[in-house]
């Protein structure tokens, strides 16, 4: 499923509740530097012909537009939430559109949460770590921990190391929330990565932890989700330590 609006929704979300969308990608193709296995916008190889992304002016634009008529409308949000056709931080306008984002959330609906959905790996530029210490619900992704492990899943395009994402992590002093996919396939089962992904959840200390499984159809076939029940067992010690873990079967 790709979205072809800059702003979309809202839709009900397992972890957000009303989602307000916002796509700072090409409207006709995914843009990502990460093609993982689960990816509802499908591979990064599908749909490449589009490559424009929407600059600050049309984002404002189309998110006043949508959150007055919602406004006066009365429909209730509970979050504008950036996720769309890949990974928002990509976006060279992202630090400006969350500062803009904000004062129209201010504007419109106060008790609102500006969340960014992101895969973690532009954390590494200060106005984008910037951008995202101001937003309500920074949840970075983080599927597997092993190197071999997330380039079966997420396939990154750049060279991913652990230790740097983990320092990165640190910086967020627990304001962040961690994301987390569970999945089982012939190359991959989340429960053989469980002891080090929790070993990376006590170090970077996340303030909440949201571990979800398949919902949609997939670009890799043979994915099988995890039961509640299932994901539950495995995070077990971590809730016993006191994390705030969301469990979305």
């Known amino acids: 499923m790709r979205f072809e609006d800059i702003v979309f929704g809202p839709i009900h979300s397992r972890r957000l509740g009303s989602s307000l969308g916002v796509n700072l990608l090409p ?34 634009e189309a998110l ?14 509970d979050s504008i939430t950036f996720s769309g056709n890949g990974e928002p931080t990509l976006n ?9 984002t904000l004062a129209l959330r201010d ?9 960014v959905l992101s895969n973690a790996s532009m954390l590494g530029r200060p106005d984008v770590f910037n951008a995202l210490m101001k937003v309500d619900n920074p949840i970075l992704k983080v599927d597997a921990v092993r190197e071999e492990d997330v380039a079966k899943v997420n396939r990154p395009a750049f060279d991913w190391k652990l230790e740097p994402l983990i320092e990165s992590l640190k910086r967020f002093e627990g ?19 469980i002891q080090a992904w929790i070993e990376l959840v006590r170090q970077s200390t996340p303030r909440s932890i949201m571990v979800y499984t398949l919902d949609r159809e997939t670009p890799q076939k ?17 809730i016993e330590e006191g994390f705030d873990i969301m469990i979305c079967g």
């Open 27 to 60: 409207r006709k193709g995914k843009f990502c530097n990460f093609d993982c296995v689960y990816c509802e916008c499908g591979w990064n190889s599908d749909g490449r012909e589009d490559k424009t992304m929407p600059e600050i002016s049309q984002v404002a």
């Open 64 to 77: 006043e537009l949508k959150l007055r008529s919602l406004s006066d409308r009365g429909v209730h949000i």
């Open 92 to 100: 060279p306008d992202f630090p400006s559109i969350i500062d803009v």
């Open 107 to 115: 504007k419109y609906y106060p008790q609102a949460k500006v969340s």
């Open 175 to 193: 304001k962040f929330v961690l994301q987390t996919m569970f999945l089982s396939w012939e190359e991959f089962d989340s429960s053989e990565n």
């Open 222 to 238: 043979g994915l099988v989700k995890f039961t509640e029940q299932r994901m539950r067992e495995l995070v077990a010690p971590l």
